[in-house]
């Protein structure tokens, strides 16, 4: 477990620092899918969630959902490239789901990725968390969740 | 090492320059393409910071994430040469036509030294009302995306993103056709008929009712242009778009500029109903119209009238600001916070009546 700046970033977990997204890699191999506690916190509450469909394939690091918060939109990127296998209707019906539980009831997508083993390399998991997310939060001049 | 210094002390002496673009009237589709085409230059690095101006042919605007059935009143936009389009971009349905400008920023999020969207949004609105405020009207940001003048809004806004790059945009009210945007857009209040129409005055602005004389919409570009370039202490040169940006807009306005695009979000209108109620108090009768997201259990929109007194009379415009996209479950604390937070006379009504109003609104609301 991690906490950076008051943020709970788990250090279990596989991140695209730069697309502020995190992966769990399920034990059949599925990716589950969803904003960090820092995404969420720059965002403000979601209020809005628009999944790609289940059984499309998306490129790494290409929108898999769009999300809406204070009339901001924006996209959540794949941090592999893979097919949709799943979306989160608990989350369609309550968005704000997403920040009151990111790593838990407020996944984004479930993920069946083409090629983990070429392409998770890019991510980072461990130690490496913190200080990779510290460093961000730095460069964005982020004071803390 | 010397240059380097040199470089440093250059760079230290002359403010970065952003782009300033003018893209005239175009048609709705045309200008929803422009908005993702600049946003995705600006985020593969092959544009400039930009602020752009406007301008739109008749249509009805949705939010990204909003469905046309649910908004907007179809038969009367087709009948009237109306153009229904969804935007990039978040927040509510809008009605555009020559009688607004829009404004828009295309952002590396560096460059702001901000993180938090809110933060963002704030300091861009704020920066736009000092613009405004050099026009003669007394502008002011209010949370979360508005820009008002004495309670009433001049002009709204919204964003999206893409990684480091933003598109922040605003539309400044010219002149206000209300009966044509309560026909456009299905706001609770339509039902009120003339009620409706000083319901509406009540809450929008416009620089035709603000100043004696609207000003020509060079100056308007010049006057805001400066205060944003201002702000955020950069320098603008007029430019074109790029041969890279024209291939962006050529390909996303063949998405956008189709059926699929616009209607692609789809929810039907019986999951957004508009519900009413009222109550006497000492000092007047209070009404209430709630626009509810029945899946979501959040109030879209909340509109208040009647002839109750209240001081300042800006209050009630600006608790509906307060209480939009709040969860109704949050709706109690909501309105005590707001009423704690500031000097209010209201003859006989408290907080908790406004509370009890709005869920007697919504008593017959299955809950799901």
């Known amino acids: ?145 | 090492m010397a240059v380097v210094a040199v470089e440093l002390i250059v760079t230290s002496h002359f403010p970065p320059v952003w782009r300033l673009l003018d893209t005239g009237v175009r048609r709705a589709a045309e200008n929803m393409a422009l908005n993702r085409a600049l946003l995705e230059a600006r985020q593969s690095d092959v544009a400039p910071n930009t602020i752009r101006f406007l301008g739109f042919e008749p249509s009805a605007l949705l939010g990204f994430h909003q469905s046309a059935e649910q908004e907007l009143d179809l038969d009367y936009c087709a009948a009237n040469g109306v153009t229904v389009q969804r935007r990039i971009t978040g927040g509510g349905a809008i009605y555009m036509d020559a009688d607004q400008l829009g404004w828009e920023l295309y952002v590396d999020r560096r460059a702001l030294g901000l993180a938090e969207m809110s933060q963002i949004a704030e300091k861009i609105c704020t920066a736009a009302a000092t613009g405004l405020q050099q026009l003669g009207v007394n502008a002011q940001f209010r949370p979360r995306n508005d820009i008002e003048v004495e309670g009433r809004k001049l002009s709204g806004t919204g964003g999206a993103f893409d990684g480091e790059a933003l598109m922040y945009q605003g539309t400044l009210l010219l002149r206000f056709d209300v009966e044509k945007m309560l026909r456009v857009l299905r706001i609770p209040a339509e039902k009120l008929a003339d009620k409706a129409i000083a319901s509406a005055r009540d809450r929008v602005t416009s620089l035709a009712v603000l100043l004696d004389v609207v000003p020509e919409r060079v100056a308007i570009i010049a006057t805001l242009s400066k205060a944003l370039a201002n702000a955020f202490g950069v320098s603008l040169q007029a430019g074109e778009l790029n041969a890279a940006e024209i291939g962006l807009y050529e390909a996303a306005l063949k998405e956008i500029d189709h059926p699929d695009w616009v209607y692609g979000v789809s929810k039907p209108a019986t999951d957004r109903p508009t519900v009413t109620a009222q109550r006497k108090f000492a000092g007047g009768t209070l009404r209430v119209n709630v626009a509810y997201d029945l899946p979501q259990q959040r109030l879209r929109q909340v509109w208040f009238s009647g002839d109750v007194f209240i001081s300042p009379r800006r209050t009630l415009m600006d608790l509906e600001s307060r209480l939009r996209d709040v969860l109704i479950g949050r709706m109690p604390v909501t309105v005590e916070d707001f009423f704690a937070e500031r000097q209010v006379d209201a003859l006989g009504i408290t907080p908790q009546n406004i509370v009890e109003l709005i869920q007697a609104a919504l008593v017959d609301v299955p809950v799901i």
């Open chain 1, 1 to 145: 477990m991690a906490t950076v700046r008051g943020c709970n970033l788990p250090d279990d977990l596989f991140y695209n620092i730069d697309n502020n997204v995190w992966a769990r890699r399920e034990a059949d191999g599925t990716l589950t899918v969803g904003m960090t506690a820092y995404a969420c916190s720059l965002a403000g509450e979601i209020v809005s969630y628009t999944p790609k469909k289940a059984g499309k394939e998306i490129e790494q690091n290409k929108s898999v959902s769009t999300v809406e918060s204070g009339k901001w939109v924006g996209p959540v990127k794949a941090p592999v490239t893979g097919e949709v296998i799943a979306i989160n209707p608990d989350v369609a019906a309550k968005p704000g789901t997403i920040n009151a539980d990111p790593y838990g009831s407020g996944w984004l997508v479930k993920m069946k990725p083409t090629d983990w083993a070429g392409q998770s390399g890019s991510l980072i998991t461990g130690a490496a968390v913190a200080t990779g997310f510290d460093a961000k939060m730095t460069a964005d001049g982020f004071a803390g969740c």
